[in-house]
């Protein structure tokens, strides 16, 4: 237990990594985004493309920002679990 929590610490370890790797709804969906974006910039006027891009940015951003609170609320809540079951 001690390796996972120093893993973790330095780095080595990235749970984040593996969430969608197996799930082929994620799989399909990001397809489906990315060939929405290479429709729309094969379309667009080119002065219209950093809009798009600042859309792509801001869409990653957002992203990036919810996938560290679901991560961050799910390390709290198994941790509480663990808590609770080392309690009773």
Same mark, same amino acid.
């Given at each position: 237990?001690? /390796?996972? =929590?120093?893993?973790?610490? #330095?780095?080595?370890?990235?749970?984040?990594? !593996?969430?969608?790797?197996?799930?082929?709804? =994620? !799989? #399909?969906?990001? #397809?489906?985004?990315?060939?929405?974006?290479?429709?729309? !910039?094969? =379309?667009?006027?080119?002065?219209?493309?950093?809009?798009?891009?600042?859309?792509?940015? $801001?869409?990653? /951003? $957002?992203?990036?920002?919810?996938?560290?609170?679901?991560?961050?609320?799910? *390390? !709290?809540?198994? *941790? #509480?679990?663990?808590?609770?079951?080392?309690? /009773?």
């Amino acid at each position: 237990m001690k /390796d996972n =929590i120093k893993n973790l610490y #330095r780095g080595n370890i990235f749970p984040t990594e !593996k969430c969608g790797m197996s799930n082929n709804e =994620i !799989k #399909r969906l990001s #397809r489906l985004l990315n060939n929405c974006f290479e429709e729309l !910039k094969a =379309i667009l006027p080119e002065n219209n493309l950093p809009l798009l891009q600042h859309l792509e940015e $801001l869409s990653t /951003d $957002l992203s990036i920002q919810y996938y560290e609170e679901f991560f961050t609320e799910g *390390f !709290k809540l198994g *941790f #509480r679990l663990a808590a609770e079951a080392f309690l /009773d």
